[in-house]
Structure formats: structure tokens, C-alpha cells
């Protein structure tokens, strides 16, 4: 029965890898002209202070200008007539988010995980990043898979949920029907993320297309189910669902050996790490100081079992977490508490805890 299912995989591979590529082209034309040269992307990126309108055509980016946002509304539907003129029917219009306000994140996942990725991200997200689900919009994609060890590398771009409604506010002002929301300098590509947790209206968007492509999908699966013995189709589900439940199963089974090897290491080295602490603390608080940016500051910094803790206060804590992962005397950092923005002095607190690298350290 097995290798029925295997024969199965093998002849839907081959379907599928035929059919996709006539799906190119139902890909709508002003998709393909946008990425081709043929066609033109708007691309609104919105700060705080003001909007820059560019113009993407034919491998070619152009300025044309930029709105004041403190300015009237009237006044700022004047300057996006003037910028855009009648190029808002012609073109893509795709805003973008300013870099610093996307959390970028790579996660190695099982394989298995791939069908209920979404779901699975939705519960990882207020662990990998400083948002909870109702406080982020948040897209991914999937970067590689290795079949062999049955692990993929996913990619996830996160930004907070009132940015990217203030975005789309403004936008909907100027009277703009933007196809995407994604990170500034994204904007040209066809894998660009979607933040804008909806369904690209004019069908611009890596989501979009890959929507039309789950349906084509889902029809070509349908006739081949159709065509095959329905033994095959029930015993292929059945290991299907088996895999993931094992998957699932084996997922959790390491989590908590992690947890509890964790354990056992730091109470058999529970003497060497306090000795090990003491030394380091200056060495710690003096890479601490270069590390952090100047308008960044503390209120409270813990050495405890071969783990830092700091808290206090930044105009924005999601660089400090990447900050964090990139030095070399840090890993598995993250934030232990949501992040909250303090009214009055307009910085965020923030709670982020990392793992000491002892031999870095020494």
C-alpha cells in the first residue's frame, strides 16, 4: 500500500510541475507588466513625518516628490494629485513600511508543519517577537526544504498592526487603493511580503497569486482523485496524517527534552556558573555599552545562571532583539514580557533576556 502512495506522489509531482507552469499565464496583466517593465508600480512608502511617492518603470526608479503628513487633508489630496496625477489608474500603487518598523525572522521548522503553517506561526508569534497576534500583521514564505531531514527554512515579516492600519488610513484619504502593504525596498519583488492581513484587491502580491495557485491546485488534485483507485487516495491521506501527527508528537517530545536537559545542566554546573558570573559582569556591561544605541537606556540588568536580563526603555525595541542575536557572545534571545510603549516620554519598555556564550565570554 505503501508504494502505491509512493507511485501516487510521484505522478502528481508530475502534473503539478506541468500545470503550474501554464498557470503563468493566467497571472492578471498588470501583474506581469509591473514585474516585466511593461507597466508601473507607485510605491508609497509613509513615515512619521512624511509620505515619498516613487515611480518603478522599466527597471527604472524615479522620486517624484513627497507629502507632508502634518499638513491639512485637503492640502495632502492637493500634493498626491500633482505627484500622481492620472498614473493612480495606470499603475500598481503598493505602500511600504519604513525598514525599521518590519521584524524579519528566520525559524527552522519540521516539514510536516508545512499544510498548517499559518496556524502554527499565528501561536509562535508572541514568542519569536515582541507583538502578540492581535498586535501584528504579519506574512511569510518558505525558503527551503530538506526532504531528507524533513526540515524547512521559513522566513516571517512582522510589523505592528497600528502602523499598517495608519497606512492604509492615509492612504484611503488620498483616495489610493493600494494592491499591498509591504517593507520599503520590497516593492519590485514577486515574492514581496503582504502585511496588510487581507487579500490584495487588484490581485497584486505574492498572496494573491498564490491563492489563484491553491485553486488551480485543489482542481488538478480533484481530477486526479478522481481518476486513482480510492484505496490509494484513503491510505495516501492516512499516512499523511500520520507523518504530521508524529511530527507534532516528536515537536513537543523535544521541546520539553530541551527544557528539562536545561535544567539538569544548570544545577550540576551551578557553582562553576556562579564563579564564571562574577568575572564577566564588567566584560558584559562594557559590550553591553557598545552594543546598545545611545538613545537607549537601562533600569535594570540581571546575570543569573548563564542568562542576561535587561530592561528599560528604547524608541523602538524590535532592532534591539536582532541586535541581541547577532552578537557573538549572545543566543536564543528574546523578549520576556510584551513590549509597551510608556506614554509622555514616547519610548517603548522592554524586558529581553538572552543566554551568555561562556567561552565567548572568557
Known amino acids: 500500500m505503501k508504494s502505491g502512495a509512493s507511485v ?16 503563468a499565464a493566467l497571472v492578471p496583466a498588470p501583474v506581469r507588466g509591473a514585474f516585466s517593465g511593461e ?12 509620505a515619498v511617492i516613487r515611480r518603478l518603470a522599466r527597471g527604472t526608479r524615479t522620486r517624484l516628490g513627497s507629502v507632508d503628513l502634518a499638513a491639512g487633508a485637503a492640502q495632502q489630496r492637493a500634493a498626491i494629485a500633482g505627484l500622481v496625477g492620472g498614473r493612480m489608474r495606470r499603475d500598481v500603487i503598493v505602500l511600504a513600511l519604513p525598514a ?9 521548522l519540521p516539514l510536516a508543519a508545512e499544510s498548517e503553517l499559518a496556524d502554527l506561526l499565528r501561536f509562535e508569534l508572541d514568542r519569536q517577537t515582541p507583538f502578540s497576534p492581535e498586535q501584528a500583521c504579519y506574512d511569510y514564505r518558505v525558503m527551503a526544504r530538506d526532504r531528507q531531514s524533513g526540515r524547512m527554512r521559513v522566513e516571517m515579516a512582522v510589523a505592528p498592526r497600528d502602523a499598517v492600519e495608519r497606512a492604509l488610513s492615509i492612504a484611503a484619504g488620498w483616495g489610493l487603493a493600494p494592491g499591498l502593504v509591504t517593507a520599503a525596498g520590497d516593492e519590485e519583488s514577486e515574492r514581496a511580503f503582504d502585511l496588510s492581513g487581507r487579500a490584495a484587491p487588484n490581485g497584486f502580491g505574492g498572496r494573491a497569486v498564490l491563492t489563484a495557485l491553491l485553486a488551480a491546485v485543489a482542481a488538478a488534485l480533484l481530477a486526479v482523485a478522481v481518476a486513482l483507485p480510492l484505496q490509494w487516495q484513503a491510505a ?39 564563579k564564571l558570573d562574577t568575572p564577566m559582569a564588567v566584560s558584559v556591561l562594557a559590550d553591553l555599552t557598545r552594543l546598545l544605541p545611545d ?12 542568562r542576561l536580563r535587561v530592561r528599560g526603555y528604547a524608541p523602538a525595541a524590535s532592532p534591539l532583539l536582532e541586535l541581541f542575536e547577532r552578537h557573538p557572545r549572545l543566543d536564543s534571545a528574546r523578549f520576556e514580557s510584551p513590549v509597551t510603549r510608556v506614554p509622555g516620554i514616547d519610548k517603548e519598555r522592554f524586558d529581553l533576556s538572552a543566554a551568555l556564550d561562556r567561552e565567548g565570554a572568557s
Not at 100 to 108: A, F, H, M, N, S
Not at 295 to 306: A, C, N, P, V
Open 39 to 50: 507597466a508601473a508600480l507607485l510605491a508609497v512608502t509613509i513615515g512619521d513625518g512624511e
Open 100 to 108: 525599521e518598523r518590519v521584524l524579519r525572522k528566520t525559524l527552522d
Open 8 to 23: 501516487i506522489g510521484a505522478s502528481i509531482a508530475a502534473f503539478l510541475r506541468w500545470w503550474l507552469g501554464e498557470l
Open 295 to 306: 538613545d537607549t537606556y537601562l533600569f535594570e540588568l540581571r546575570l543569573q545562571g548563564g
Open 236 to 274: 495516501a491521506a492516512a499516512e499523511a496524517e500520520r507523518a504530521l501527527a508524529a511530527a507534532r508528537e516528536a515537536a513537543r517530545e523535544a521541546a520539553d527534552l530541551r527544557e528539562a536537559l536545561g535544567r539538569r545542566r544548570q544545577d550540576a554546573r551551578f557553582l562553576i556558573d556562579r
